[in-house]
C-alpha cells in the first residue's frame, strides 16, 4: 500500500515556475514507478510526467516537454515536478500517482495509487 500526498500548488503567472511535491508513504515506495496527471476543467484526466522506481527513466507528454522535470527522492518517500514557463493552458489539478510495476508509464490506467490532487493556476 502507498499512500500519497501533493503540495506546491498555487496560483502564478504565465512564464512563471512551480515545483510540486508528493510526499509517499508506504515501505515499497521505492519499487514503484511515479507519475504526474493532470485534469483541467471539463476535461478528462492527462498524463503529464513519469519516473522509474530506481530513477533515471523518464517519460512526458509531449505538451510539457522541455518546461517540466520530474525527479525523486527515494530516501525521502518524495517525487517532484518542476515546472518552468508555466501556460494558461496547464491551468489543472495535478495528481500524483504510484504504479507496482515500476516502469515509467505514459497509460494513466496503469496507476494504482492516487493522492488528492493540488490545484495549479496560471493566469495569463
Known amino acids: 500500500q502507498v499512500q500519497l500526498v501533493e503540495s506546491g500548488g498555487g496560483l502564478v503567472q504565465a512564464g512563471g515556475s512551480l515545483r510540486l511535491s508528493c510526499a509517499a508513504s508506504?515501505?515499497?515506495?521505492?519499487?514503484?514507478?511515479m507519475g504526474w496527471v493532470r485534469q483541467a476543467p471539463g476535461k478528462e484526466r492527462e498524463f503529464v510526467a513519469a519516473i522509474r522506481w530506481r530513477g533515471g527513466i523518464t517519460r512526458y507528454a509531449d505538451s510539457v516537454k522541455g518546461r517540466f522535470t520530474i525527479s525523486r527522492d527515494n530516501a525521502k518517500n518524495t517525487v517532484y515536478l518542476q515546472m518552468n514557463s508555466l501556460k494558461p493552458e496547464d491551468t489543472a489539478v495535478y495528481y500524483c500517482?504510484?504504479?507496482?510495476?515500476?516502469?515509467?508509464?505514459?497509460?494513466?490506467?496503469?496507476?494504482?495509487?492516487w493522492g488528492q490532487g493540488t490545484q495549479v493556476t496560471v493566469s495569463s
Open positions: 508506504g515501505r515499497t515506495f521505492s519499487s514503484y514507478a
Open positions: 500517482a504510484a504504479d507496482p510495476s515500476g516502469a515509467p508509464s505514459g497509460h494513466i490506467y496503469e496507476y494504482d495509487y
